[in-house]
């Protein structure tokens, strides 16, 4: 099993800069890929960024790339989402998301980010 947890949302006007964290516990040594998604009111849920172990690289979606990068800490067990220059249309739920090797997937309780004035 892969626990999830994130942290770091909040309110941010436009323009601004917001760091988001995921902490990874159980059998983390099975984790394939690990990265985050988004779901706003009305959309589907898509792809911010992910890194593969076995691509050996990360994948970004279309709208957040030259904004937002993802970053490891294997000591800590963590992953984050640097996000700049946000937009309103950035406003969404963030979910920190896992897949072990097996082709099991997990999903944090989500974080809400806002950008507004």
């Known amino acids: 099993q892969v626990h999830l947890v994130e942290s770091g949302g909040g309110l941010v006007q436009p323009g601004g800069s917001l760091r988001l964290s995921c902490a990874a516990s159980?059998?983390?040594?099975?984790?394939?890929?690990m990265g985050w998604y988004r779901q706003a009111p009305g959309i589907q849920r898509e792809l911010v960024a992910v890194f593969d172990r076995v691509a050996g690289g990360t994948n970004y979606g279309d709208s957040v790339k030259g904004r937002f990068t993802i970053s490891r800490d294997n000591a800590k067990n963590t992953m984050d989402l640097q996000m700049n220059s946000l937009k309103p249309e950035d406003t969404a739920v963030y979910y920190c998301?896992?897949?072990?090797?097996?082709?099991?997937?997990?999903w944090g309780q989500g974080t809400q980010v806002t950008v507004s004035s």
């Open positions: 159980g059998s983390v040594s099975s984790i394939r890929s």
């Open positions: 998301h896992a897949q072990r090797y097996t082709g099991a997937q997990y």
